[in-house]
Nanobody, 115 residues
Framework: QVRVVESGGGSVQAGGSLRLSCVASRAILSTFIGLGDKGWYRQAPGKQRELVATITNDGTTTYAHSVKGRFTISKDNSRKTVYLQMNSLAPEDTAVYYC?????WGQGTQVTVSS
């Protein structure tokens, strides 16, 4: 079974940047591609988990309105990794960020943005 592992979270001041990474460990390339669409989600305290961004196998991306123009999702098939570049971070971006690949979810990585 594919294990999804996120990294790159941390604390940053408003206006700063972070890059999250998500690797499909123990996966070969065909498995990674076979997982289909991949996405990043986030859950802030007291709120429901929400979609942040997705990327398809052919590289088509979608974004939540709140992050469009600030966040960029990308992938590296050779590394079986999906990235989320987050720029111009704001306190409302504070949340646990989760990576999803097919039916597999990571454990989450905390992002905290201070004003």
């Amino acid at each position: 079974q594919v294990r999804v592992v996120e990294s790159g979270g941390g604390s940053v001041q408003a206006g700063g940047s972070l890059r999250l990474s998500c690797v499909a460990s123990r996966a070969i390339l065909s498995t990674f591609i076979g997982l289909g669409d991949k996405g990043w989600y986030r859950q802030a305290p007291g709120k429901q988990r929400e979609l942040v961004a997705t990327i398809t196998n052919d590289g088509t991306t979608t974004y939540a309105h709140s992050v469009k123009g600030r966040f960029t999702i990308s992938k590296d098939n050779s590394r079986k990794t999906v990235y989320l570049q987050m720029n111009s971070l704001a306190p409302e971006d504070t949340a646990v960020y989760y990576c999803n690949m097919g039916h597999s979810w990571g454990q989450g990585t905390q992002v905290t943005v201070s004003s």
